[in-house]
Every structure is written in structure tokens, then in C-alpha cells.
T-cell receptor, first 113, second 115 residues
Framework: AQSVTQLDSQVPVFEEAPVELRCNYSSSVSVYLFWYVQYPNQGLQLLLK??????LVKGINGFEAEFNKSQTSFHLRKPSVHISDTAEYFCAVSDRGTYKYIFGTGTRLKVLA | DAGVIQSPRHEVTEMGQEVTLRCKPISGHDYLFWYRQTMMRGLELLIY????????DSGMPEDRFSAKMPNASFSTLKIQPSEPRDSAVYFC?????????????FGPGTRLTVL
């Protein structure tokens, strides 16, 4: 069965510092991978997705993620964060063609001034 | 496009009452998903539809929950009778098969409080 693990429930980081949010998954088949962001009292917004091809995926707001098949990871990175990046970030996996996501438990990113 | 629309945004009800949550997917989308978000369990997929037909309802917690999609532009999630443990944020999402990307677009959610 599929599963997604986000090891860090909270990540505090100072403004303009780099950040990495970790995501590991388990699946027996080929997958699509996603990162979503949720701002307070809002729905989820797609940041980026890996479907195939280049393992380095660039998304909105300066975020990027790297798919590592051997380590079954899809970590999210940003070289310099802003206060406005404070939000909860969710990693998700779907078996190709099933249109069914499994979400991780989320990582709360708090950017400090 | 207006995006996925959910109503109401907030619902407060008493235990035992019937609750109906509503969702309008993005026009042209053929998949619709209902999720529940709680602190304890995170985001859980409850049920999803393809072309108005329920495909997988294995996440529906119990018989008190039911979902319908009478047409391509409207879906409901009903809880009858409601219980305090149903308090959560319920999200609706939609996606488009023709895009072949599995990307889901989420609504703003309905915050349900059962007293």
C-alpha cells in the first residue's frame, strides 16, 4: 500500500535562509508526486508536481523539488524564504492513472523575521 | 474560472442533526473528490467520483456519511445524524482526466463544528 511520510511536523527558519521540507513515499508502482501549500483558513494550492522526465521540478513562488527514485524521496526546497511562505506544506503521491492521492501529515513552515 | 466552490464555508450544528455540504467543481472537470481534514488524522480521502459515478468510497467512515453527484456541476456530502467527532474541515477537489496530470484543484473548504 502507498504511504507518505513527512518527518518534520514543524520547521522554523529565519527569513532569507534556505529551507528543505522532507518527503518520503512508499509505493510498489510508478507514481506521480505533488507538493501542495495551505495558507491559514484556505484550501490547498498546487506548488509543483513530478510526472516524468527531469527529476528536478520547479514550481511557483521559487520552490523546487527533486525526485529521487532510489531513496523514494521528493524533498521540497527554497533557497531563500520570505515571511509570506509561512504555511503548511503537504506532500502527496498517486499511483499513475488512479487519480487518488495519499497525503502526508503536513509540515508547518514558520518563517521568522 | 471561479475555481471549486464550496458552501457553506462554516457550519455549526448540534449532535444528531443532518448536515449537507455542497460542492461545485470546475467546469469541464470529470473527477470530484471529497476530503476531511482533522488535526489527528490529517487529510483523508472520503470518496471520489468520475463522470458523476462514485468510484471509490472506501474512505467514508460509516453509514452516517453519504455523497451524491446528480450532475457534472454539483455534489453533496451528507452526514446524518452528525456527531461531535465529525467536526473537521471538509474539502472538495476536482480534476480533469484529459489533462493527464492527476492535478487536483481544491475548494476553500467547509469548517464543520458539531456541538
Amino acid at each position: 500500500a502507498q504511504s507518505v511520510t513527512q518527518l518534520d511536523s514543524q520547521v522554523p527558519v529565519f527569513e532569507e535562509a534556505p529551507v528543505e521540507l522532507r518527503c518520503n513515499y512508499s509505493s510498489s508502482v510508478s507514481v506521480y508526486l505533488f507538493w501542495y501549500v495551505q495558507y491559514p483558513n484556505q484550501g490547498l494550492q498546487l506548488l509543483l508536481k513530478y510526472l516524468s522526465g527531469s527529476t528536478l521540478v520547479k514550481g511557483i513562488n521559487g520552490f523546487e523539488a527533486e525526485f529521487n527514485k532510489s531513496q523514494t524521496s521528493f524533498h521540497l526546497r527554497k533557497p531563500s524564504v520570505h515571511i509570506s511562505d509561512t504555511a503548511e506544506y503537504f506532500c502527496a503521491v498517486s499511483d499513475r492513472g488512479t487519480y487518488k492521492y495519499i497525503f502526508g501529515t503536513g509540515t508547518r513552515l514558520k518563517v521568522l523575521a | 474560472d471561479a475555481g471549486v466552490i464550496q458552501s457553506p464555508r462554516h457550519e455549526v450544528t448540534e449532535m444528531g442533526q443532518e448536515v449537507t455540504l455542497r460542492c461545485k467543481p470546475i467546469s469541464g472537470h470529470d473527477y470530484l473528490f471529497w476530503y476531511r481534514q482533522t488535526m489527528m488524522r490529517g487529510l483523508e480521502l472520503l470518496i471520489y467520483f468520475n463522470n458523476n459515478v462514485p468510484i471509490d468510497d472506501s474512505g467514508m467512515p460509516e453509514d452516517r456519511f453519504s455523497a451524491k453527484m446528480p450532475n457534472a456541476s454539483f455534489s453533496t456530502l451528507k452526514i446524518q445524524p452528525s456527531e461531535p467527532r465529525d467536526s473537521a474541515v471538509y474539502f472538495c477537489a476536482s480534476s480533469f482526466l484529459g489533462g493527464s496530470t492527476d492535478t487536483q484543484y481544491f475548494g476553500p473548504g467547509t469548517r464543520l463544528t458539531v456541538l
